[in-house]
C-alpha cells in the first residue's frame, strides 16, 4: 500500500498570508495526486486533481505543485473561508489519503 | 450537474451489518464509477472500495474484503455499500463519491462530487 505522509498536522496563519502544505508519497506516484478541502460537519470538496490542475470554481489563489514523490498545496493569500482541513490523496496505485493538516487562524 | 444524495444515519448493535444507499441524478450511474470513502475521528479518511465501469469490476480495499459489498440498482441509479459484522471502531462517517475523469474527461482519477455522508454509529 501507498503511505501518504501530509505536513504538517496543524498550521496556525493570518488573513492575507501565504501558506504551504506538503504531501510525501511512500513510493513515486507520478503527477496522480488530488487535494481536498474540509469544512466541519461537509464532505472533501475537490481543489486540486492531477498534482497542479485546479478544478473548475477554484479560486486561483490555490496552487499545486510536485512528481514522484513529494508534493505542495500553495494559499498565495489566505481568505477567512479558507480555514479548514487539507488532504491530499494518491490515485497511481488505488487510493490513499494523507492524514490531513488543519489550517486554523492566528 | 452531478449530485450525489445519501441515505439517512444509522445506529446499529456490534455484529450487525448496515446498508448506506448513494442515489445519483443529473448523471446515469452505468456510467460513472462510484466509490466510497469513510472518515472516523482517529483515523482519517479511508477508501474503502469502489467499481469500473469499464469492465464492471468492483475492486475492494485489502483491510475490507470479506466484510463489504458494493451494489448497484440502476434502474434507480442508486449505488449500495454494505458493510457486515459491524464492530465498534466502524462507527464513522460513509461518503460514496464519483470518479471525476468519467465525468469531466480528466486523465487521473479523482473523487467529484461527494454525497453528503451518512453517520454509522455501532453501539451496544
Known amino acids: 500500500d501507498i503511505q501518504m505522509t501530509q505536513s504538517p498536522s496543524s498550521l496556525s496563519a493570518s488573513v492575507g498570508d501565504r501558506v504551504t502544505i506538503t504531501c510525501r508519497a511512500s513510493?513515486?506516484?507520478?503527477?496522480?495526486l488530488n487535494w481536498f478541502q474540509q469544512r466541519p460537519g461537509k464532505a472533501p470538496h475537490l481543489l486540486i486533481h492531477?498534482?497542479?490542475t485546479l478544478q473548475v470554481g477554484v479560486p486561483s489563489r490555490f496552487s499545486g505543485s510536485g512528481s514522484g514523490t513529494d508534493f505542495t498545496l500553495t494559499i498565495s493569500s489566505l481568505q477567512p473561508e479558507d480555514f479548514a482541513t487539507y488532504f491530499c490523496q494518491q490515485s497511481y496505485t488505488l487510493y490513499s489519503f494523507g492524514q490531513g493538516t488543519k489550517l486554523e487562524i492566528k | 450537474q452531478v449530485q450525489l444524495v445519501q441515505s439517512g444515519a444509522e445506529v446499529k448493535e456490534p455484529g450487525a451489518a448496515v446498508k448506506v444507499s448513494c442515489k445519483v441524478s443529473g448523471y446515469t450511474l452505468t456510467e460513472l464509477s462510484i466509490h466510497w470513502v469513510r472518515q472516523a475521528p482517529e483515523i482519517g479518511l479511508e477508501w474503502m472500495g469502489g467499481n469500473d465501469p469499464e469492465d464492471g469490476k468492483t475492486t475492494y480495499a485489502g483491510k475490507f474484503k470479506g466484510r463489504v459489498t458494493m451494489t448497484e440498482d440502476t434502474s434507480t441509479d442508486t449505488a449500495y455499500m454494505e458493510l457486515s459484522s459491524l464492530r465498534s471502531d466502524d462507527t464513522a462517517i460513509y461518503y460514496c463519491a464519483a470518479d471525476g475523469r468519467y465525468i469531466h474527461g480528466w486523465y487521473g482519477p479523482a473523487f467529484d462530487p461527494w454525497g453528503q455522508g451518512t453517520l454509522v454509529t455501532v453501539t451496544s
Open positions: 492531477g498534482a497542479s
Open positions: 513510493q513515486t506516484i507520478n503527477t496522480y
